[in-house]
């Protein structure tokens, strides 16, 4: 099949799903000469706007395309099985034991790879505890800490126990049709409320924890015979112990500083992997990159047009924008890209960005 789709002169990739992170694969795929179909019911969403043509139900793109892919983890696999599963990648056997967060952490723990403890019922460990929705938890919805014990619903939730970590880190690697594999750099994720507030690339790290991290991704995929992009998040204890906090089967968040810092973004990257291109470098272009979220802090329809054009002006400074038509807290309306020297533009670049990106009243 791969071959054939090769030879084709109109490779058309299907993606289930049509916010930001369909959109962003949009222009990647352009650049492969491939079109690129989403399939959503809203045709406001971010990659409807751009993308060459939105199809409202499953089996219609699954049909249209020649392969078809996953902007998020929200599906129903036994449903998807029953379409022409020889067209999905990832592989829907790859995804199978990653989309409920209770039976990736039990997957983890059958490789031997250092998780957080976890539980269905009523742990024994100090408080404060975290609470994880098994499925359709994303940006800090369905994440929450328990400072007093609760009783909750076991078929939609776990708890784990808290990690005082010092840092979190994420790191994302690709695996081809072919077997060919790629790492990106390790990355320092930072936190806030739950949702990713920015990210510094690459993150500074011994080469110790970096050769474990790359052997963490190795296993994993090798295991999941994966093809595609997996993002894989970690904990980094006090004791300088790595647990992997949550694995996600698509592009990520935490790799989106590679669109304007890496010689091959993760969204291109993820392209040239499910159709069996080769695959190509993750190295940074820079000494250093910093990207941070654009997030809503009011209930708003507006663009923000003078923001977005001070950011804009910063140097080695790109901005993303989503074209979201609502803004709420907390909601991720796009992001910026800062090509840096090293690591010692990071304090300050965040400085201007957070200033350029506030509230007007602030």
């Not at 369905?142 to 609760?150: A, M, V």
């Not at 669109?259 to 190509?280: K, N, V, W, Y």
Request: net charge negative; proline share 7%; aromatic share 8%.
């Amino acid at each position: 099949m791969t071959a054939a789709l090769l030879k084709t002169k109109s490779r058309r990739i299907g993606v289930i799903g049509a916010g930001q992170l369909a959109q962003m694969l949009v222009p990647a795929a352009h650049r492969l000469n491939l079109e690129l179909w989403v399939q959503t019911a809203n045709p406001q969403d971010p990659a409807a706007q751009v993308a060459d043509h939105v199809v409202s139900g499953i089996p219609e793109l699954v049909t249209a395309c020649d392969l078809v892919t996953f902007e998020n983890e929200f599906v129903d696999l036994t449903y998807l099985q029953s379409l022409d599963p020889s067209k999905f990648y990832p592989r829907l056997g790859s995804l199978a034991p990653l989309l409920d967060k209770y039976h990736q952490r039990c997957f983890l723990q059958e490789l031997g790879i250092p998780v957080p403890d976890f539980s269905l019922e009523l742990p024994p460990w100090p408080l404060p505890w975290v609470w994880k929705r098994r499925r359709h938890g994303y940006d800090g919805q369905g994440t929450r800490i328990l400072t007093r014990p609760e009783t909750w619903d076991r078929e939609q939730g776990m708890v784990e126990r808290y990690i005082p970590f010092e840092r979190e880190l994420a790191t994302l690697v690709a695996r081809s049709l072919t077997g060919e594999v790629v790492h990106y750099p390790v990355v320092e994720t930072v936190q806030i409320n739950q949702v990713c507030d920015h990210v510094i690339a690459p993150a500074l790290i011994p080469t110790n924890l970096q050769e474990q991290i790359q052997q963490i991704s190795y296993t994993l995929i090798e295991a999941l015979e994966w093809v595609g992009i997996l993002a894989i998040e970690l904990f980094l204890t006090q004791e300088q112990q790595l647990l992997v906090n949550e694995l996600a089967p698509r592009t990520h968040n935490s790799g989106h500083y590679s669109l304007d810092a890496c010689l091959t973004s993760q969204f291109e990257q993820h392209l040239r992997a499910i159709t069996g291109l080769p695959l190509g470098s993750a190295d940074l272009t820079c000494g250093a990159a910093l990207m941070v979220n654009l997030l809503g802090w009011e209930t708003s329809t507006s663009s923000y047009e003078q923001e977005r054009q001070a950011l804009g002006s910063l140097p080695r400074t790109f901005v993303h924008w989503y074209g979201k038509g609502e803004s709420r807290p907390g909601r991720k309306l796009g992001h910026v890209t800062c090509l840096l020297e090293d690591r010692a533009e990071v304090a300050p670049t965040l400085a201007r960005v957070r200033q350029l990106w506030s509230p007007r009243a602030g």
